[in-house]
């Protein structure tokens, strides 16, 4: 099946030690999306991509940054984590026009 | 600043009830609603999308839509405990735009 996965499910990492998580889709959407989602609120929009055109919200902190190296992979960088980026990191995709957003499972990220 | 208003709950509604959830957006030119079904540490899942106003069947789930009133609905029939979760409300804005503004969701419990 066409489907959106984040690896990997969990990730611990240690205060101030870069970490990767990894998203690809089968789907061939032009369109990734990396969210940033604590307990109890809303998904928070970090940056997306639209084929290689990156675009980065205004207030994502410079400690994240993005890859995407081809259609089918993108990858979100955190270069120094702090306590406050312990969360759910989700991947989402989609096609130009009016179509949903799909999002993968999730990355649950946790720092020591 | 493009807002997306949900009642956070908890909802609750006795099995086989309908619940109904609210939505209301602030930006006139939203093209595109969603709803996501959301479960305690996974990933939103897409329930129902709907585009234009009235009213939108799949199953036990309905959408609607008022764009006059910038209201968004979705009504679920014989609810089940398994309904239990958190719903988000989705709307993307005018075409061109590719992000997604999401409420903070309303989380709903169906006792049994």
């Known amino acids: 099946d066409a489907m959106v996965i984040q690896n990997p499910r969990y990730q611990v990492t240690q205060f101030g030690k870069p970490v990767t998580l990894s998203c690809s889709q089968t789907?061939?959407?032009?369109?990734m999306y990396w969210y940033q989602q604590k307990s109890s609120q809303a998904p928070k929009l970090l940056f997306h991509?639209?084929?290689?055109?990156?675009?980065n919200e205004a207030d994502t902190p410079d400690n994240f940054q993005s890859r995407r190296p081809n259609t089918s992979f993108c990858f979100l960088d955190i270069r120094s984590p702090g306590l406050g980026d312990a969360a759910m990191y989700l991947c989402?995709?989609?096609?130009?026009?009016?179509?949903?957003?799909?999002f993968g499972d999730g990355t649950r990220l946790s720092i020591l | 600043q493009k807002e997306v208003e949900q009642n956070s709950g908890p909802l609750s509604v006795p099995e086989g009830a309908i619940a109904s959830l609210n939505c209301t957006y602030s930006?006139?030119?939203?093209?595109?609603f969603f709803w996501y079904r959301q479960y305690s540490g996974k990933s939103p899942e897409l329930i129902m999308s709907?585009?234009?106003?009235g009213d939108k069947e799949d199953g036990r789930f309905t959408a609607q839509l008022n764009k006059a009133s910038q209201y968004v609905s979705l009504l679920i029939r014989d609810s089940q405990p398994s309904d239990s979760a958190t719903y988000l409300c989705?709307?993307?804005?005018?075409?061109?735009?590719?992000?997604?503004?999401f409420g903070k969701g309303t989380k709903l419990s169906v006792i049994p």
């Open positions: 789907l061939n959407h032009n369109v």
């Open positions: 709907i585009y234009s106003n």
């Open positions: 991509y639209y084929d290689k055109d990156f675009n």
């Open positions: 989402a995709t989609t096609n130009s026009g009016n179509q949903p957003q799909h």
């Open positions: 989705a709307v993307r804005p005018g075409a061109g735009s590719y992000q997604l503004t």
């Open positions: 930006d006139r030119v939203s093209q595109s």
